[in-house]
């Protein structure tokens, strides 16, 4: 379970204990070292170059760190593995807060705004107004956001999930840095150079056995698709990835979303996190970005089932979330019912950034709403009592540090969705049991070296 808290705020989730819930364990050749083999090897700095980046190799030429595959042959077993819990120690606020603002130490909800930025320049120019929007929403939701994480903060102190102030937590030291599996999108590029190939005399779904041996190619035209009960590894210009068993993705940009289409599945649940267009990208070329337009062909009508709930993640830009709302939902029959707020924690329960910081917010915006069906359709769903979407829910947890991978939505939206819904997300940059996931970056936190072997057998 990733919920570790529910109260009528919202939830306190453990986005670290559900991905090692999802089960990423591998039955065939053993890929690491045998149980007690000595571990030299402190986890290696990866440096990708493009499309054909390789996995870097360990200090010692005779045990490979974890994340270094080897294989083993003529030996098979179970390999059992879990994401590398360092990527989910954040015990510092990014900014810190005044202590009337803290909500482990009982602040004050009524702190003065633009707290935190002290250390800021002070700007000579009157604000602009997409800050003006901005502050004005922010006041709105201000007290919202205070109360309900002060009070999931508050429950998670109890059962132990936080931690105390005065509570000192071990940190791993050895963090490789978030870019294995790059130029996933660049290959995607790539794979627009393939021979074209007619969707007629193409399978539309390809499942991964043990027999099974996956092209570039086949990444790219048709989903994947893992139906078995464990993990399974696959390899991708050199580099590996585990996908988690009841899985299915597909590898391509928004240009090549037909072999998405050709499966002709309707999902209950779409949610996406689109590239949003900003400036920080701009400057930091983290990654590629689409303009509203762009974001308006994706086929969401197409892919989406009667009362599909719609689900987009979007950030603080005002500008964005009245795109949202007034315009892309819209365009696609969907229905805007609640807006929600993730709050991202420190493992003490602190904002990672001061509530009230004009640098950054500790929270990011999600819009919910459904596809606009019949009469008919509405009567139905309510006959699966499935509960009506509340508005201003919270969403709590200390963020994974690796950029944009966002905590997980099943067991949050599973009350408002039939038990056997099909789920799908667009953008994603992780797969999950249970969902397809499409993007051009849908393996990049799938990377081996993300994970470390809890146990051979």
Avoid at 199 to 226: F, G, M, P, W
Wanted: proline content about 6%; some cysteine.
């Amino acid at each position: 379970m990733s919920v570790v808290q529910r109260l009528g705020e919202g939830w306190l989730l453990d986005h670290l204990s559900f991905i090692n819930r999802c089960g990423y364990e591998t039955h065939g050749p053993l890929v690491h070292p045998p149980r007690g083999a000595p571990d030299a090897c402190a986890p290696a700095t990866v440096h990708c170059h493009g499309a054909a980046a390789r996995t870097t190799t360990c200090t010692s030429r005779d045990d490979p760190a974890p994340g270094n595959a080897l294989e083993l042959e003529g030996k098979r077993g179970k390999t059992r593995y879990v994401f590398r819990e360092e990527f989910f120690d954040v015990l510092k606020p990014h900014i810190v807060a005044a202590t009337s603002e803290r909500l482990c130490q009982g602040g004050s909800k009524e702190t003065p705004m633009d707290t935190g930025d002290s250390s800021k320049r002070k700007r000579k120019c009157a604000f602009n107004q997409g800050e003006v929007d901005a502050l004005e929403y922010h006041t709105k939701i201000r007290e919202l956001i205070w109360e309900g994480t002060l009070h999931l903060v508050q429950e998670g102190l109890k059962s132990g999930f936080l931690h105390c102030a005065t509570t000192k937590l071990s940190c791993s030291k050895n963090i490789v840095p978030g870019h294995m599996g790059c130029g996933l999108a660049e290959l995607c590029e790539m794979a627009k150079q393939f021979p074209a190939i007619n969707d007629s005399d193409y399978e539309a779904v390809r499942a991964i056995d043990d027999k099974t041996l996956l092209s570039e190619q086949d990444l790219h035209s048709c989903v994947i698709e893992n139906n078995s009960s464990c993990a399974k590894m696959i390899v991708l210009m050199g580099q590996k990835y585990l996908v988690p068993p009841k899985s299915n993705f597909l590898l391509s940009d928004i240009s090549c979303l037909q072999p998405l289409l050709n499966c002709k599945r309707k999902y209950d649940v779409i949610v996406m996190d689109p590239p949003w267009e900003n400036k920080s990208v701009k400057r930091s070329n983290r990654y590629g970005y689409l303009s509203s337009w762009q974001i308006k062909q994706i086929p969401v009508s197409a892919l989406a089932a009667p009362n599909c709930l719609v689900v987009t993640w979007v950030t603080n830009r005002q500008k964005h979330l009245r795109f949202v709302k007034d315009e892309l939902y819209p365009h696609w029959s969907v229905k805007t019912l609640a807006e929600w707020h993730w709050v991202k924690i420190t493992r003490y329960g602190e904002f990672v950034f001061p509530l009230d910081s004009s640098h950054k917010k500790p929270y990011e915006v999600l819009v919910l709403g459904r596809v606009q069906g019949s009469i008919e359709e509405a009567l139905s769903r309510k006959s699966e009592e499935v509960l009506p979407i509340p508005d201003h829910k919270l969403i709590v947890s200390v963020p994974c540090s690796l950029h944009s991978h966002k905590p997980p939505l099943t067991e949050v939206l599973a009350e408002f969705v039939k038990p056997d819904a099909e789920c799908l997300e667009l953008f994603a940059r992780n797969l999950q049991p249970g969902w397809t996931s499409w993007g051009n970056e849908v393996l990049k936190f799938q990377h081996i070296d993300y994970f470390t072997v809890l146990q051979d057998e």
